[in-house]
């Protein structure tokens, strides 16, 4: 079985510091991952999306992410904040095996705050 | 080009009554999915089509939801004696993937917020 958890619900961070929002998956195989982004009242975007290709996966906005299979985790970094990026950020998994359910399993998300 | 699109963007109903979400995907796409997020229970898959393949059902929550793709295009799902507990945003996706394979993105629709009173 698949689980992503998401070990932050809430962020606050400074317009211009950076920006980490942790993400640990647990997958019998080898997974894609994924970060989606929802602002208020609008859908989900995609960020990034990992599958297994570079271990670095570059994203929209300045985001990436680093896939480390040791460590079970998939933390989002950006540089500097922007106010435009206060949203909630949620981090998916699914397995590349076909498993017989074919759906993303998301994490309970992380809402990022940056304050002026 | 045009994305997911969903309507209505917002539906307000009374419990008991039936109630129909409706999602057109991207044009060109196989595959097409159907999400709930509540408060509380954060974004669960609900049911998944893939071109003329059998539905995979397995996360509707009880048989008062069903959903059907007519044409492998536009889907509905369907909610049938709405209890207040079926208030939620409910989330259309869909991907271009030929096999449903994982590693394909899911382009996902601004969702439908249904409140039952």
């Known amino acids: 079985a698949q689980s992503v958890t998401q070990l932050d619900s809430h962020v606050s961070v400074s317009e211009g510091t950076p920006v980490l929002l942790r993400c640990n998956y647990s997958?019998?195989?080898?997974?894609?991952l994924f970060w989606y982004v929802q602002h208020p009242n609008k859908g989900l975007q995609l960020l990034l999306k990992y599958t297994s290709a570079a271990t670095l996966v570059k994203g929209i906005n300045g985001f990436e992410a680093e896939f480390k299979k040791s460590e079970t985790s998939f933390h989002l970094t950006k540089p500097s904040a922007h106010r435009s990026d206060a949203a909630e950020y949620f981090c998916?998994?699914?397995?590349?095996?076909?498993?017989?359910?074919?759906?993303?399993?998301f994490g309970s998300g992380t809402r990022l705050q940056v304050q002026p | 080009g045009a994305g997911v699109s969903q309507s209505p963007s917002n539906k307000v109903t009374e419990k008991g009554k039936d109630v129909e979400l409706r999602c057109d995907p991207i044009s060109g796409h196989t595959a097409l999915y159907w999400y709930r997020q509540s408060l509380g229970q954060g974004l669960e898959f609900l049911i998944y089509f893939q071109g003329n393949s059998a539905p995979d059902k397995s996360g509707l929550p009880s048989d008062r939801f069903s959903a059907e793709r007519t044409g492998g295009s536009v889907s509905t799902l369907t909610i049938q004696r709405t209890q207040q507990e079926d208030s939620a945003v409910y989330l259309c996706?869909?991907?271009?993937?030929?096999?449903?394979?994982?590693?394909?993105?899911?382009?996902f629709g601004p969702g439908t917020r249904l409140t039952v009173l």
């Open positions: 998916v998994v699914s397995d590349q095996k076909d498993t017989g359910r074919r759906a993303l399993t």
């Open positions: 997958s019998s195989y080898s997974p894609s």
């Open positions: 996706a869909s991907s271009s993937a030929g096999s449903g394979r994982w590693s394909d993105t899911q382009y």
